[in-house]
């Protein structure tokens, strides 16, 4: 596709119960990032991965948030045993370039809004 | 880490007005700066960036200007026009990744 795709748009779950978050990037584009985007608030770093490998998850808020990307393309953020507060926008982009930060564009998709009752 | 200060959280200006934001972060040894627009329902998307060795650049009707000494940047908008309206975030480029500001609400007033 022409740009990054993210599924599902909206995810509704009970709390306790487990997510699977899936973001498509853009062909050819090697770094892979994925945010967390509440409400008011500017979109917050969870994890970078570089082809296969994350590069860096420091900002993942805890264990039961994992995140893989197999082939280096496609990657699927997992949240267990979800909790209320775990309620936000979830944000995939990718970009050409390496390196950490990144100094070139991040192509962001539209995001999955996860909400936890 | 980087902290990275946006302000204001709303900024109202009459269509055609210039519109300013402004950010200040607190890692000097960060050197990259760019600027996002997120409209509703959207990713945020790349309007300019700033590289530490530059102290401005232009791209029509938008430019961006860093002080390194102050650590603050801006972004300045010219002949604001109603497709302007959105949410504009600030961010800075740290030895520990991308850091963005809370975001500035942009209205553009017919």
């Known amino acids: 596709g022409a740009g990054v795709s993210q599924t599902p748009s909206n995810k509704v779950t009970e709390k306790g119960k487990y997510v699977e978050l899936r973001c498509d990037p853009i062909?050819?584009?090697?770094?892979l990032y994925w945010y967390r985007q509440s409400l008011g608030q500017g979109p917050e770093f969870l994890i970078y991965?570089?082809?296969?490998?994350?590069?860096?998850d420091s900002g993942l808020p805890n264990d039961r948030f994992f995140a893989v990307r197999p082939e280096g393309s496609v990657s699927t953020l997992k949240i267990q045993r979800t909790e209320r507060g775990d309620s936000a926008v979830y944000l995939c982009a990718s970009s050409l370039g390496a390196g950490h930060p990144n100094t070139g564009e991040l192509f962001f998709g539209e995001g999955s809004r996860l909400t936890v009752l | 880490g980087e902290n990275v200060e946006q302000h204001p959280s709303t900024l109202s200006v009459q269509e055609g007005d210039s519109a300013v934001i402004k950010c200040t972060y607190s890692?000097?040894?960060?050197?990259?700066f760019p600027w996002y627009k997120q409209e509703l329902g959207k990713g945020p998307q790349l309007i300019i960036d700033?590289?530490?060795?530059?102290g401005e650049k232009k791209d029509q009707r938008i430019a961006v200007t860093l002080n390194k000494t102050a650590k603050h940047f801006s972004l300045h908008i010219t002949e604001t026009q109603p497709e302007d309206s959105a949410v504009y975030f600030c961010a800075g480029g740290g030895a520990d990744g991308l850091t963005f500001g809370k975001g500035t609400h942009l209205i553009i007033q017919p």
């Open positions: 991965f570089q082809g296969t490998g994350a590069a860096d």
């Open positions: 890692d000097s040894a960060s050197n990259y």
């Open positions: 700033i590289r530490s060795n530059v």
């Open positions: 062909s050819g584009h090697t770094a």
